[in-house]
């Protein structure tokens, strides 16, 4: 069996992202990788050494520059017939592309898979991760798009796959033109998608301590939360709310300092990769759920992390 | 704040405030007796049965009586009891009160059901919508529609209101309701009825009415262990013998078993806490053996009516009348209320179509002459001592007195012992309260209060005014606090209240700070504030409890 | 120009849900449904439209199980103009979905299909995609703004690490995100003149489509439980786990 993934790239990169879908696909079988935009010949070259990868199809035409789902969608459903697996990572293309192919080929998408059980068995979250179901799919051929978090990255190197040409499809009628685009430029990523958080709760007992974390915020390149309690207090302003009635969060590293652990707090962050706790009370449920645990005053534990972060970077 | 002008109005011959049972009960009725009467039934819970919570082991002489066949319409009354217990506990052991049918007539089960009280509801709705009732889940009765000497119907919120009490990007103005007759069935400590008390003086020459609080919780246990039809009550530990309330346990449907607590809100020691009560409770060998390797599905709280005939104020005013438990139609002993409540929304409903149909006075007045003639007055009068014994007595002489008057004098004693105290005058100080000390929570059997409210499925919209307020807020410093050490963070089930910044002792502490967005809508703090200085209003509608079917 | 606009009926968000102890699936029975949170802003979005007066009228179309009329109640009482509903024994999948959604297409003619990017509890994210798709129409998925202007759709996507935008020749399909707009309430008055607006119901076999699954649900679990990780005795000790255990900085 041989399944083809759709590589996702940003800035002459290719994303951890996409690496994550190879080795979902390297589960199912021998791997191709579609790669796709204007003058991408270096992203080619990149994916041909990812480990794993044992073709490269190099799509090299102006109308795939912005990944538009029109174009792209087209492309995979001429290249669909020679593979059983079609998969992506589950990014804002992959999302935007696989469905659209889907329907083409008359396939049900499978989405956001955590697992491969077998080749046609997947797992997949369902009521905003509540639940994980596992599920069959009984179409002859699988477009499936991958959560990078479940898989690791394939390694970056150690492949030596060759490169096929693609023939461009046909640019008109293009139904839709891509406009603009503005990356967020703010000095604190998006709570929503930082790669990490650092969260204040009441322990932090006013808005002025908030500066304590700002510094290690600037050190790890983190957005900054905080508990309702904290924002009930008015330490910090509302969209800074992690949890159930604020915003549902999954970085790499979560740290929570000052919070007690509160289910409904936790219902925002518990699908972070890492957690880390700092809180006085050694009992606090937070701890039941964090893979570091340090019990202390954060008073004293925030200026030594952040000195301990300059330290050694 | 409110957009009097711009409100819409739509009339009606009859609105009904609350879908529980004897708002449901009552729309039914009216639609059977006067099927061309136009009949509105408003819902704060985002849907019908969203807000109720019970036991519940039900009678069905009223369900009878309203819906002869309701077997044949798949009323969801699928569990007979069968097996009936009244235990007295100990912190260690459990004896089991003989001859239960002899001693507490009351408490014997059969031909009774075990139901989700939520789920009855639902169908009753659907009944009601059947025969034209039209029912409006997620908008409150805020307002009382008070012209020329009467009730002339109710409004709704506002919606979409900030928190600092202006108008918001979503605000909609708030609808007039407006009726003939307007049926209050808001249950225990309606927020308009007691309005409507202060408003007709409805409340003259009757006792104040008392109340418990009852915690509950649904569990999903081994089938193994499942005993569908087995009902259970205990007395006795862990409450001192001062304190009113005991637990219930009832095995229903697949797998699921109801449990719960009810606590006397006539309780005087501050530092006792309902909640750790009853998440103790469940560590007893009796209740613990029902639900080890279970799973807790739900939880929920509501306040119960508990002061029987003597505290039943007048039922009528011009406008309308007082249903169910708003009226406080609970039979204490049997903790049955449901069929009271059902029972006299139907009475009210025979009293409105009555008056409808002869010249439409302002006041349905022939409701309370109906109320005097049905069983429902019967049923309570003969049961109207047990509950003041039991705070005249404590527990054992509580118990003793109502085997005798129940054995003995067949509720027919001469005489009738009186509720002297509202519930919000009996308080002990934090210094006169001896301390009581709660074990932590496991996390298997026993839990914290927060991650149990989250098993309510509440939530309100965050920007909105607090619909809890302090009358004068100066007071929870000066009284809630330096004298009773906030008893309403004990006693509040979801976590509202709590007193925070206590080491301050200076102008920033301690405070309250009141945590609204988790109410589960049970009225504790409206009945048991030491001064009545919590009021308790209805949110944006649609916020609270979303019990889930087999709660 | 008119609208379509589908609305599905999903457990509310409120609501946690329980997976069932046989594992079948997750208990619905009895538990408070409501109209899918993105779908709710599609409407609201349609709404704005017809009152800018871009759009003429809205049609709301829910597929499903009898009570999705409830749903499309409420979308009437937002604003829609009339409701049409698929009646099915369950929820097909999205590619049924977005079958019947092409048949109704073609049936009404719409200038724009808005629906919510995804539905809260199959988080399958995909019917938008599959609809455009299958009528060969641009998508602007995931949308944060709309403009209408000379047959042109300028939509606002959100996209990893910023917004995009993407110009979008109608018809068209888009797909609401959660900035896109807040969705008014369903006010008492609304609801009650909603009563009186025309909802059609038909069956799939009338669009002519097949919804048989393709998906089969062999089992629903409940997500592992987090274990708790050790304790650190000094920040020095839980920066040097973070970056050599953890390898998270
Ligand atoms: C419907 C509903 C929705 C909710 N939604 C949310 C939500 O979205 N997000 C949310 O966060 N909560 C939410 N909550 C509230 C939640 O239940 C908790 O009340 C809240 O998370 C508590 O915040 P906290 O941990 O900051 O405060 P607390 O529980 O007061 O905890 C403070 C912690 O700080 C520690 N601490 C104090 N001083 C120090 C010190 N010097 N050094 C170290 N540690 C210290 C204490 O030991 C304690 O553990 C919701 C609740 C409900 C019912
Ligand atoms: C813990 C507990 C256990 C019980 N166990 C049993 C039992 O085993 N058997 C039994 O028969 N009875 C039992 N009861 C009693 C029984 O539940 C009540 O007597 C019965 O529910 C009363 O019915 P009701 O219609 O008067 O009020 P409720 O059932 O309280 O219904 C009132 C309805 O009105 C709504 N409402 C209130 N205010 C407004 C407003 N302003 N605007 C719009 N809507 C509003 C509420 O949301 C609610 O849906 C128990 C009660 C409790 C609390
Ligand atoms: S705030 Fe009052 S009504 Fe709400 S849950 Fe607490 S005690 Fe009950």
Redesign the interface.
């Known amino acids: 069996m041989t399944a083809l993934v759709l590589l996702d790239h940003a800035d002459g990169r290719i994303t951890p992202a996409a690496r994550s879908a190879v080795t979902a696909a390297a589960a199912l079988g021998e791997v191709h990788v579609l790669v796709t935009g204007a003058a991408i010949g270096a992203v080619a070259e990149a994916a041909t050494r990812i480990a794993g990868v044992a073709k490269v199809l190099r799509a090299d035409a102006e109308i795939y520059d912005k990944a538009l789902a029109e174009p792209l969608a087209a492309l995979l459903v001429r290249l669909a017939p020679a593979y059983d697996h079609v998969l992506a990572a589950a990014t804002a293309t992959g999302k935007n592309v696989i469905p659209r192919a889907a329907a083409l080929l008359d396939v049900q998408p499978i989405s956001e898979i955590v697992a491969v059980v077998d080749a046609e068995t997947f797992v997949r979250p369902i009521y905003a991760g509540n639940a994980l179901a596992t599920v069959r799919s009984t179409d002859a051929r699988k477009l499936i798009t991958v959560r990078a978090a479940n898989f690791d990255a394939a390694a970056a190197e150690g492949g030596s796959a060759t490169i096929e040409e693609v023939e461009a499809g046909e640019a008109t009628p293009a139904v839709s033109r891509f406009v603009s685009t503005e990356l967020s430029t703010s000095d604190r990523p998006d709570l929503a998608s930082a790669r990490v958080v650092i969260s204040g709760g009441?322990g932090m007992q006013n808005g002025e301590n908030f500066k304590l974390i700002e510094p290690i915020a600037d050190a790890l390149g983190a957005a900054i939360g905080a508990s309702?309690?904290a924002v009930?207090?008015g330490y910090v302003p509302?969209d800074y709310q992690v949890g159930?009635?604020g915003k549902i969060v999954a970085p790499d590293l979560y740290v929570a300092i000052g919070i007690s652990g509160?289910?409904?707090h936790l219902?925002g962050m518990k699908d972070s990769k890492v957690i880390v706790a700092i809180n006085k009370d050694a009992?606090a449920?937070i701890f039941?759920v964090a893979d570091y645990g340090l019990v202390a005053d954060l008073f004293a534990a925030l200026p030594e992390l952040q000195a301990e972060l300059a330290k050694a970077s | 704040m409110s957009a009097v002008s711009e409100r819409?109005a739509?009339e009606f011959d009859v609105v009904v405030v609350g879908a529980g049972p004897a708002g449901l009960a009552a729309a039914i009725r009216l639609k059977q007796l006067a099927p061309d009467a136009t009949v509105c039934v408003v819902e704060k819970g985002?849907?019908v049965?969203?807000h109720i919570l019970s036991g519940a082991v039900i009678e069905t002489r009223a369900l009878d009586e309203l819906i002869p066949d309701w077997r044949k319409r798949g009323a969801p009354l699928n569990t007979p009891a069968t097996e009936d217990r009244m235990l007295f506990l100990t912190e260690t052991r459990s004896y089991r009160v003989p001859m239960l049918g002899t001693v507490m007539p009351h408490m014997s089960n059969h031909g009774n059901y075990i139901v989700?009280l939520?789920?009855v509801c639902?169908w009753l709705g659907g009944q009601a919508e059947a025969l034209g009732v039209?029912i409006?889940p997620g908008?409150a009765a805020a307002e009382l529609l008070d012209e020329d000497g009467r009730i002339a119907g109710v409004a709704?919120g506002d919606?979409?209101v900030t928190r600092e009490g202006e108008r918001g990007?979503?605000f909609?103005?708030?609808?007039e309701l407006r009726a003939t007759y307007t049926l209050f069935g808001e249950g225990c400590r309606g927020s308009l009825a007691k309005q409507l008390m202060a408003r007709f003086d409805l409340r003259q020459g009757v006792d104040p009415q008392t109340y418990g609080l009852g915690i509950k919780e649904l569990w999903?246990i081994p089938a193994s262990k499942h005993r569908p039809g087995l009902v259970q009550h205990s007395f006795g530990w862990p409450l001192d013998r001062a304190t009113y309330g005991g637990s219930w346990l009832y095995h229903f449907g697949e797998?699921l078993v109801s449990y719960g607590f009810v606590v006397g809100l006539d309780y005087a020691n501050t530092w006792l806490s309902p909640f750790d009560e009853m998440q103790r409770l469940k560590t007893h060998p009796s209740v613990r053996q029902h639900l080890e390797g279970g799973k807790r599905?739900s939880y929920g709280a509501r306040a119960l009516s508990e002061g029987g005939l003597q505290s039943v104020p007048r039922l009528s005013f011009p406008g309308g009348a007082l249903l169910g438990d708003s009226a406080g139609f609970l039979n204490v002993p049997k903790i049955k209320g449901t069929h009271t409540a059902m029972k006299s929304g139907m009475l009210a409903a025979e009293a409105v179509a009555d008056a409808l149909a002869n010249g439409r006075p302002a006041e349905p007045r022939s409701y309370t002459r109906r109320v005097r003639q049905s069983w429902l007055w019967t049923e309570l009068r003969d049961v109207r001592n047990v509950r003041p014994s039991f705070a005249k007595f404590g527990t054992l002489g509580g118990a003793l007195y109502s085997g005798f008057d129940a054995m003995v004098l067949r509720g027919r004693a001469p005489w009738t012992m009186r509720h002297r105290h509202a519930d919000n005058e009996v308080l002990d100080s934090a210094a006169g309260s001896p301390p009581i000390a709660y074990p932590?929570p496991d996390?298997k059997l026993t839990f914290?209060r927060?991650?149990s409210v989250?098993?309510s499925?509440?939530?309100h919209e965050?920007n909105q005014p607090v619909h809890l307020r302090l009358r004068d807020p100066q007071r929870w410093r000066s009284v809630n606090w330096d004298l009773y050490r906030s008893p309403e963070s004990r006693y509040c089930p979801a976590a509202v209240y709590e007193a925070?910044d206590t080491e301050a002792g200076d102008a920033n502490g301690p405070r309250l700070?009141i945590?609204a967005?988790n109410c589960v809508h049970c009225k504790t703090c409206d009945i048991k504030d030491p001064t009545q200085n919590i009021d308790w209003a209805t949110p944006e509608g649609g916020g609270g409890p979303?019990y889930?079917?087999?709660m | 120009m008119k609208l379509l606009v589908p609305v599905k009926r999903v457990v509310?968000y409120?609501?946690?849900v329980?997976v069932k102890?046989d594992g079948s699936g997750v208990?619905t029975?009895?538990?408070?449904m409501?109209m899918n949170p993105f779908d709710e802003i599609a409407v609201e979005e349609a709404v704005r439209l017809k009152e800018k007066g871009a759009a003429t009228e809205i049609v709301a179309v829910s597929i499903g199980v009898q009570q999705c009329q409830e749903t499309l109640r409420t979308a009437l009482a937002m604003g829609a103009d009339r409701a049409v509903l698929v009646l099915t024994e369950e929820s097909p999948e999205p590619l049924a979905v977005a079958k019947l959604l092409r048949a109704l297409v073609d049936r009404e003619q719409p200038g724009m299909v808005i629906m919510g990017k995804q539905a809260i509890d199959d988080d399958m994210n995909a019917t938008g995609q599959m609809l455009a798709g299958l009528l060969g129409w641009a998508q602007g998925t995931f949308a944060s703004k709309v403009e209408l202007s000379d047959g042109v759709a300028t939509v606002t996507r959100e996209v990893d690490g910023g917004l995009e935008t993407v110009a979008l020749t109608l018809p068209a399909i888009i797909t609401a995100d959660l900035r896109l707009n807040?969705?008014?309430?369903a006010?008492?008055?609304n609801?009650?003149k909603a009563r009186k607006k025309p909802l059609e119901t038909i069956a799939p076999g009338d669009l002519g489509v097949d919804v048989t699954p393709r998906l089969t649900t062999l089992r629903v679990a409940e997500p592992p439980v987090r274990q708790s990780g050790v304790k650190v005795g000094s920040v020095a000790e839980l920066v040097a786990k973070l970056r050599a255990e953890a390898k998270v900085i």
């Not at chain 3, 807040?182 to 309430?185: F, L, N």
């Open positions: 009441r309702r309690a009930d207090a509302n159930q009635t509160a289910i409904q219902a009992e449920p039941q | 819409e739509m985002s849907e049965g969203a989700s939520g789920e639902r039209e409006y908008f709704t919606m979409g990007p979503n909609a103005p708030g609808m999903e797998n599905l932590r996390n914290d927060l991650s989250y098993l499925n509440t939530n965050e925070v700070q945590n967005q979303n889930p079917g087999g | 509310d409120n609501v946690k329980r102890a208990e029975a009895g538990v408070k409501s807040e969705p008014r309430y006010s008492l008055p609801i009650m």
